[in-house]
């Protein structure tokens, strides 16, 4: 069964970064768009980005424009998710997910996702 398996979370304190990685295990990634996305204690899960199967693209929600990187490296079959002036709000549990479907521009719906991660902590705190 296909699964994907994300790492790189951890303690970090306010204002520094994190890079998170997302890999697959019984299959590439490579024909999937990935999501990540964020559960914080006390609130619904929220999509925070997307990179398309085909060319790359990313896609952002518009909260975390400024503040999130999402990469992908096929040689690797690795999707990576860089966070930086992290901030204590941004604590939470972080996801990533794949769909077959196409990302959209604007916004990040666990509808589409058909795979997905038990996910990574990530605490910041001074």
């Known amino acids: 069964q296909a699964q994907l398996v994300e790492s790189g979370g951890g303690l970090v304190q306010p204002g520094g970064s994190l890079r998170l990685a997302c890999a697959a295990s019984g299959y590439t990634l490579d024909y999937y768009a990935i999501g990540w996305f964020r559960q914080s204690p006390g609130k619904e899960r929220e999509g925070l980005s997307c990179?398309?199967?085909?060319?790359?693209?990313?896609y952002y929600v518009e909260s975390m424009k400024d503040r999130l990187t999402v990469s992908r490296d096929r040689s690797k079959s690795t999707v990576y998710l860089e966070m930086n002036s992290l901030k204590s709000e941004d604590t939470g549990v972080y996801f990533c997910?794949?769909?077959?479907?196409?990302?959209?521009?604007?916004?990040?719906?666990?509808?589409?996702?058909?795979?997905w991660g038990q996910g990574t902590q990530v605490t910041v705190s001074s």
């Open positions: 997910a794949a769909s077959p479907l196409k990302c959209q521009d604007g916004a990040v719906k666990e509808g589409q996702f058909n795979y």
């Open positions: 990179i398309s199967a085909s060319d790359g693209t990313a």
